[in-house]
């Protein structure tokens, strides 16, 4: 293994001084030799589970990953930090595709990202079955199984090819959505032998949600719109049509606005998606076709157009808000038109064509219970989390103090009388169109001093152009604001900041140390504007 601990690898190549709920648990299982299956939300850091071990384990870790776009944000950040890693997809020409290949042999690469289609092929059996595979990591290993939301064939291969392979390699599986029945099926399908399980929850405190009873989309759309007004933000729309025409209805406002769907060719959908990356646009319209992995941390709302199919697509489509851990909100404009669109899509699916009439049958059953149990969703008086959080088995409080129907009940009773019954919430300053917060909780992190902010904003989207990142790649927002915050003037307060690791450091540090100085030799800074960050040292 790596002579690093895990502790200096989460450090120094990704800036971090602890890890978050479930990562280190997950991580002593691999490392120990053991088999995991990982359940934890969307932005709870799934992908460092792998990436750590991956740098501790002597041999090649493989990320199989039906995301292609996930992979190259993630063969990106790798690269930033120093880590030699790469992707195998549909999206290289043959010619890349077998350079990537002839690299991979010649062991260049820690970490390989493959789509499942990919692993029979002859050219990527002949790689693999001579290379040294210490770790094979599934990612959205919901996918394996028929009873998940997002079931593909191409799954089912990953069991061939894992015992095609000279020696069975460690074998981690990860999703953010699995009811208990999906659960036990990808343990029975991928063989996982006696693994350690780790849920942590599916609660994402710093979200928001809110449904819409509305017959005037358009209308409520413009509202919310301006309520987010120059924050990042997703719109999703159930078919392709209502794409194109949320679209033009924005375009032709004059805001700043991409497009995502199945009907658009590969060259656009990749340039598309890369100019909402890269901040050239603020605002994608997508259908759900815009799926899994997009890794853009600072998205501040998700807005769907119209009800999606299940409650498994809405938390995984609604996650997608708020990957940093700051405040971001979640709407669903509802009509009941959304119920009979989703009732045809169950009725006429044609990617399990290939089923036998009883498992078409069963598949059919599932589908039309979970979009009955999203209607409900949509119809609740009661809290929207604690709906969310039952439906995938999870205990929760009758009352999160931050959903629609908590904000209403709030507002129409006595609030005097509403907060000394419940003295932990309070109203927050940070956000008039957001009143109520638990204390404590899910409020926007905010700069110490805001014009540095802004400035470092700058650095950091220049930066990331010439390096052509998405400039979360460079430093996130998050880590921007502490710096901007604790005001760090050395190289050993820089390491200090959270996100801020060894290789960042070395590329970027002195540039964003300069920039610090600079502001701080032109401003007379309170010393209660500059806050003492205590570090932590492994």
Request: aromatic share 12%; hydrophobic share 35%; with cysteine.
């Given at each position: 293994?790596?002579?690093?601990?895990?502790?200096?690898?989460?450090?120094?190549?990704?800036?971090?001084?602890?890890?978050?709920?479930?990562?280190?648990?997950?991580?002593?299982?691999?490392?120990?030799?053991?088999?995991?299956?990982?359940?934890?939300?969307?932005?709870?850091?799934?992908?460092?589970?792998?990436?750590?071990?991956?740098?501790?384990?002597?041999?090649?870790?493989?990320?199989?990953?039906?995301?292609?776009?996930?992979?190259?944000?993630?063969?990106?950040?790798?690269?930033?930090?120093?880590?030699?890693?790469?992707?195998?997809?549909?999206?290289?020409?043959?010619?890349?595709?077998?350079?990537?290949?002839?690299?991979?042999?010649?062991?260049?690469?820690?970490?390989?990202?493959?789509?499942?289609?990919?692993?029979?092929?002859?050219?990527?059996?002949?790689?693999?079955?001579?290379?040294?595979?210490?770790?094979?990591?599934?990612?959205?290993?919901?996918?394996?199984?028929?009873?998940?939301?997002?079931?593909?064939?191409?799954?089912?291969?990953?069991?061939?090819?894992?015992?095609?392979?000279?020696?069975?390699p460690i074998v981690g599986a990860f999703t953010a959505t699995a009811t208990k029945e999906v659960r036990d099926d990808v343990m029975r399908i991928l063989k996982l032998r006696e693994p350690k399980i780790v849920t942590t929850g599916f609660d994402r405190k710093n979200l928001s949600f809110f449904v819409k009873h509305t017959k005037d989309k358009k209308t409520e759309l413009f509202k919310l719109l301006r309520e987010h007004y120059d924050e990042s933000g997703i719109i999703y729309c159930i078919t392709r049509k209502l794409v194109e025409e949320v679209y033009d209805l924005l375009s032709e406002r004059g805001l700043d606005v991409s497009k995502y769907h199945a009907?658009?060719?590969?060259?656009?959908?990749?340039?598309?998606?890369?100019?909402?990356?890269?901040?050239?646009?603020?605002?994608?319209?997508?259908?759900?076709?815009?799926?899994?992995?997009?890794?853009?941390?600072?998205?501040?709302?998700?807005?769907?157009?119209?009800?999606?199919?299940?409650?498994?697509?809405?938390?995984?489509?609604?996650?997608?808000?708020?990957?940093?851990?700051?405040?971001?909100?979640?709407?669903?404009?509802?009509?009941?038109?959304?119920?009979?669109?989703?009732?045809?899509?169950?009725?006429?699916?044609?990617?399990?064509?290939?089923?036998?009439?009883?498992?078409?049958?069963?598949?059919?059953?599932?589908?039309?219970?979970?979009?009955?149990?999203?209607?409900?969703?949509?119809?609740?008086?009661?809290?929207?989390?604690?709906?969310?959080?039952?439906?995938?088995?999870?205990?929760?409080?009758?009352?999160?103090?931050?959903?629609?129907?908590?904000?209403?009940?709030?507002?129409?009773?006595?609030?005097?009388?509403?907060?000394?019954?419940?003295?932990?919430?309070?109203?927050?300053?940070?956000?008039?169109?957001?009143?109520?917060?638990?204390?404590?909780?899910?409020?926007?992190?905010?700069?110490?001093?805001?014009?540095?902010?802004?400035?470092?904003?700058?650095?950091?989207?220049?930066?990331?152009?010439?390096?052509?990142?998405?400039?979360?790649?460079?430093?996130?927002?998050?880590?921007?604001?502490?710096?901007?915050?604790?005001?760090?003037?050395?190289?050993?307060?820089?390491?200090?900041?959270?996100?801020?690791?060894?290789?960042?450091?070395?590329?970027?540090?002195?540039?964003?140390?300069?920039?610090?100085?600079?502001?701080?030799?032109?401003?007379?800074?309170?010393?209660?504007?500059?806050?003492?960050?205590?570090?932590?040292?492994?």
């Open positions: 293994m790596n002579g690093q601990n895990k502790y200096e690898i989460l450090k120094s190549y990704f800036g971090y001084d602890s890890f978050r709920d479930g990562q280190e648990s997950l991580i002593d299982g691999l490392l120990e030799g053991r088999d995991v299956f990982g359940i934890m939300p969307t932005g709870a850091g799934k992908s460092l589970c792998y990436q750590v071990p991956a740098l501790m384990f002597e041999g090649i870790t493989l990320v199989i990953s039906p995301l292609i776009s996930l992979m190259k944000d993630q063969v990106a950040a790798l690269n930033q930090v120093g880590v030699y890693a790469a992707y195998l997809n549909s999206s290289l020409t043959q010619g890349q595709y077998f350079k990537a290949l002839d690299f991979a042999k010649k062991g260049k690469y820690k970490i390989i990202y493959a789509a499942p289609e990919r692993l029979l092929t002859e050219s990527f059996l002949d790689f693999a079955v001579h290379a040294d595979i210490s770790f094979i990591s599934v990612d959205e290993v919901h996918c394996v199984s028929q009873w998940g939301q997002d079931f593909r064939p191409s799954y089912l291969k990953i069991v061939e090819f894992v015992e095609r392979l000279p020696k069975r009907g658009l060719s590969d060259e656009e959908r990749r340039r598309n998606q890369e100019e909402f990356t890269y901040d050239k646009t603020h605002i994608m319209v997508a259908t759900n076709a815009f799926g899994m992995g997009i890794d853009k941390p600072d998205v501040r709302f998700v807005i769907h157009y119209n009800m999606p199919k299940n409650m498994e697509s809405y938390y995984q489509e609604a996650g997608r808000a708020g990957r940093d851990g700051e405040k971001a909100d979640c709407y669903l404009l509802y009509s009941p038109q959304d119920v009979h669109t989703n009732r045809f899509f169950i009725e006429n699916n044609r990617e399990n064509e290939g089923l036998s009439e009883t498992e078409l049958a069963n598949v059919m059953e599932k589908d039309r219970e979970r979009l009955k149990q999203m209607t409900f969703y949509c119809h609740t008086k009661y809290c929207y989390r604690k709906f969310m959080l039952n439906y995938f088995g999870e205990k929760a409080d009758s009352f999160c103090g931050s959903c629609g129907n908590c904000m209403r009940q709030l507002e129409a009773e006595n609030h005097q009388e509403k907060l000394d019954r419940h003295p932990e919430y309070a109203y927050s300053a940070a956000s008039a169109k957001r009143p109520l917060v638990k204390a404590g909780e899910g409020v926007r992190i905010a700069s110490g001093n805001p014009e540095l902010y802004d400035r470092l904003r700058l650095l950091r989207n220049s930066l990331a152009k010439e390096l052509q990142v998405p400039a979360y790649v460079v430093f996130t927002d998050k880590t921007l604001k502490e710096m901007s915050t604790y005001l760090p003037l050395t190289r050993d307060e820089m390491l200090g900041i959270s996100g801020v690791g060894q290789t960042k450091y070395e590329k970027f540090g002195e540039a964003f140390l300069d920039e610090i100085r600079q502001y701080k030799s032109s401003h007379d800074v309170p010393q209660d504007k500059v806050k003492a960050k205590s570090k932590i040292n492994f």
